[in-house]
């Protein structure tokens, strides 16, 4: 039934056909479906998406399509149709030519996709060796011809250049040149653009429409931003639980969705603009998913003390030496951090924005003396952190907490969460055991936790609660500065609400100041009072955040804005048109003198580099 309906509304024939696929793994000796009765179709040249959260099953989804789950520990039911032909009772033998031949498939981390010991261009190229008749140098030209296609600059020169030398969003480049090697007819991109920056986003998502519209390819798009499947897909699957909730049109489900998780998902998404006359930070409205019901979204109370900075940092600059040749002579040094001076005040957020590789992370950890600055001053209370010994930064680290944006990396596997959040509070001498479980279920609660759930391990918790458990250990010191780097990056849009939301509450509470990192735009909009846009080490543009979007002055910050996917289904056959390059390098040879930079005032606060 459900596929006459596709059918009709497409008015072209299937390319792909899932009908009630359902895929099982063994769990403690018992079958566990983890997808469960889905059913959809991709015709020729659409873009279907397949929407839900982490753990709802929409990975799972393709990689069955693909067959590429151990067949010992999983088992896959129902019918899965490739024009016809049904690839769930094809022989392995069989099903190899299928892959990356019929079907290719991006994946989420292009660095862990591409070997690490062979060039791309022999990559790329073993693909059309594998499914095709033709020769080394035709493979050559012919890879040299897809690395152009997909506007890899300087195609011809970097064929035989290592994954290694090339940024995030050159790289999945590089897997999209791979996947349309043997020019397939169906392409399955599972999540690309998530962990890359707003920019590279936007040239990823550009690149596919035009590759689609040439080769009238079919696209599978898994993802769980609804941003990015307003501005690429004709229609969209909405997946919860390892279940399909509802299908339909993309401008449909956005405008007339029905299911309640549905209406939460699209609830939780940030829309640039939408802070436009408001001057402090605002809550995310909260869904319930059961009922699709959301809370108001609530402006956050004021409590930002202008009469003194909590965090001072003036002149602050990180240069790492390269060194080359058998004798290790200093060849270069890469400006990670040039001059950058900023003040925080108490109960402010001022959020650090700007790409991959423009020194953001550096300076949050310059700042907490987690790598050595070269130059500068970080004052902390009247006490400039650089110029203290071993045993005076360790007491000033109590004032100064860090949120780091993998939270499992940041939590030892085997200690309970409530060691954990624990041990700095003991380290610090800051009461006894008993003072410490106390304060340990306080914060547990005061992040959304329950007490209870101390003895647990950090494998036990999703990514969002892991989160808030790095939340509370950043608390057991009560710091007056948090810097958290990239912390909500990885989480889904609803998670990531939450987080946000918890952090505006503390932050009204104990009238915490937040350094946020972020390359998400629409966050930083609704979470900050002030912004420093980064560029190649250096601040370009600062001031209030409602000045800063409203009226971006430089170049830079109208190119991060412009780059945002907007939550609208009409825009979806727009382009950007975004220019294709990589962020200029910040290396510089040993005898180059930066020119001194000047700044020119927009308006109260507000300054753009000259």
């Known amino acids: 039934m459900m596929r006459d309906t596709i059918n009709a509304e497409s008015g072209r024939p299937p390319v792909l056909s899932v009908e009630d696929l359902t895929t099982a793994f063994r769990i403690d000796g018992a079958w566990r479906p983890v997808v469960n009765r889905v059913s959809f179709e991709v015709a020729a040249g659409e873009t279907v998406a397949i929407v839900g959260e982490s753990g709802s099953g929409k990975s799972v989804t393709s990689l069955s399509v693909m067959r590429l789950i151990d067949p010992a520990l999983s088992r896959i039911e129902g019918r899965v149709r490739l024009e016809g032909r049904d690839l769930l009772s094809l022989p392995e033998r069989e099903m190899r030519k299928v892959r ?195 809370n108001e979204a609530i402006e956050v109370a004021d409590t930002v003390d202008a009469t003194r900075p909590v965090l001072e940092v003036k002149g602050l600059t990180k240069r790492f030496d390269i060194h080359a040749g058998p004798l290790g002579r200093l060849v270069g040094r890469v400006h990670a951090v040039e001059n950058v001076s900023f003040d925080l005040m108490a109960g402010e957020t001022l959020s650090l924005v700007g790409e991959s590789g423009c020194g953001k992370s550096t300076t949050g950890r310059a700042i907490m003396r987690l790598i050595e600055p070269d130059s500068g001053s970080v004052i902390v209370d009247g006490r400039d952190m650089l110029t203290l010994g071993q045993r005076d930064i360790r007491q000033m680290r109590r004032s100064v907490q860090m949120i780091f944006q993998d939270p499992f990396a940041a939590l030892n596997p085997r200690m309970t969460i409530g060691q954990a959040i624990a041990e700095p509070f003991l380290e610090h001498r800051m009461g006894t055991p008993r003072d410490a479980r106390e304060v340990v279920a306080d914060l547990l609660v005061k992040v959304g936790l329950s007490a209870d759930m101390a003895t647990r391990f950090p494998h036990e918790f999703s990514g969002g609660q892991r989160q808030r458990i790095c939340i509370a250990r950043a608390l057991a010191l009560r710091p007056r500065v948090i810097v958290a780097d990239e912390s909500v990056s990885a989480l889904d849009v609803s998670i990531k609400a939450q987080v946000i939301n918890l952090m505006l509450d503390l932050q009204a509470e104990l009238g915490l100041a937040f350094l946020f990192v972020s390359h998400d735009m629409s966050v930083v909009e609704r979470a900050s009072h002030r912004v420093a846009v980064m560029y190649l080490g250096e601040i370009v543009e600062i001031g209030p955040r409602a000045a800063v979007f409203s009226n971006p002055q430089h170049d830079y910050t109208k190119k991060l804005l412009s780059a945002v996917p907007v939550p609208d289904p009409a825009r979806r056959r727009q382009r950007r048109n975004l220019v294709v390059d990589e962020l200029k390098s910040p290396i510089r040879s040993i005898h180059d003198a930066l020119p001194k930079r000047t700044y020119r005032t927009v308006s109260e606060g507000h300054l753009v580099m000259c």
């Not at 506007?151 to 020169?157: G, K, L, Q, V, Y």
């Not at 050159?170 to 397939?184: D, W």
């Not at 909730?245 to 007339?256: C, K, L, M, P, S």
């Open 100 to 294: 990356g031949n019929e079907i290719a498939m991006i994946f989420q981390e292009p660095m862990t996709s591409l070997n690490p010991l062979f060039t791309i261009g022999d990559q790329i190229s073993e693909a059309l060796l594998c499914h095709g008749s033709l020769s080394v140098s035709e493979a050559r030209a012919e890879t040299i011809r897809l690395l152009e296609k997909v506007r890899i600059p300087s195609a011809a020169s970097r064929f035989d250049e290592y994954p290694h030398r090339f940024s995030g969003g050159m790289r999945q480049r590089v897997m999209i040149a791979m996947a349309l090697a043997s020019r397939p007819k169906l392409l399955i991109a599972d999540e690309p653009t998530t962990a890359l920056d707003v920019t590279i986003q936007g040239q990823i998502l550009d690149l596919i429409k035009e590759l689609q519209e040439e080769d009238g390819m079919s696209v599978l798009f898994i993802t769980h931003d609804m941003g990015v499947v307003a501005e690429i897909a004709d229609r969209t699957v909405v997946m919860y639980r390892g279940e399909q909730v509802e299908t339909g049109q993309t401008a449909d489900i956005f405008h007339r969705g029905q299911h309640p998780y549905t209406r939460a998902l699209l609830a939780a998404v940030p829309v640039l603009g939408s802070m436009h006359g408001r001057t402090r930070p605002l809550r995310f409205p909260v869904v319930d998913p059961s009922t699709g019901v959301a």
